[in-house]
């Protein structure tokens, strides 16, 4: 099981960028979702919720502020948490893949870095946010290597 979780996370971390992300009402929720992520975060307060398909499955995304950051947690139909993205200063995000952003997108801004991790909490890379000439925002996801995995234009 825990392998399996494992392999889902990096696939979700992974997966193509032909999925969006939809914003939906927390009634469009699935109970087991709904009830992993409430038992699990109690105190979130001005949640969004989301629901984003990839290969054929469906992910819930639950973002709101913790301390002042945004952080959100992934969780799979089944209510099994998959992966958390965490927002974080834009200084910290590691050389090594601030300067692959700054060579292959000279010209763009970085607006937001996200460390995206296993429900484990162990690092798998970074969703690093850029605004480049007319694309108003592209999220670019990098392994801890600077290996560019996908893009999302926003």
Known sequence: MK???VLLAFCLFAAGASAQEMEI???DVPKPVLEAFEKAHASAKDVKYEKEMRDGKPF???EYKEGGKEVEFIYA?????VEIEQEIDIKDLP???AD???KEHPTAE???VEKVMKADGSLLGYEV???EGDVKKLSLYYDTTGKLIRTHKN
Request: proline share 0%.
């Open 3 to 5: 392998s399996t979780v």
């Open 100 to 102: 692959v952003v700054k």
């Open 95 to 97: 050389a090594n893949i």
């Open 25 to 27: 009402k927390k009634a």
């Open 60 to 62: 819930y995304f639950f």
């Open 77 to 81: 139909a089944d209510g099994t948490l």
């Open 110 to 112: 970085i607006i937001e």
């Open 129 to 131: 946010d850029i605004k």
